[in-house]
């Protein structure tokens, strides 16, 4: 199966409350819902950022992301 991750990334260094902005939608292929988070956790973690949340969507899956400092 394939998904859509939206990314949306909270910048470093930027004050609390500081809203995140729209990052890239990347492809995600799995084979079970738990294999897309592992995989959106995964593609995250390559983009050297960290995931704050990931969750799904009638659509795809959603994230939160810090950048790295």
């Given amino acids: 199966m394939r ?3 939206k990314l949306f990334v909270i910048p470093a260094g930027k004050p609390p409350g500081t ?3 729209p990052g890239p939608e990347l492809e995600l292929t799995a084979t079970s819902d738990d294999g897309f988070l592992s995989a959106a956790r995964e593609a995250i973690a390559q983009r050297g950022q960290r995931a704050r949340a990931v969750s799904f969507t009638p659509t795809g899956l959603v994230a939160y ?3 790295a400092p």
């Fill in 3 to 5: 998904r859509t991750l």
């Fill in 19 to 21: 809203p995140p902005e």
């Fill in 65 to 67: 992301v810090e950048d």
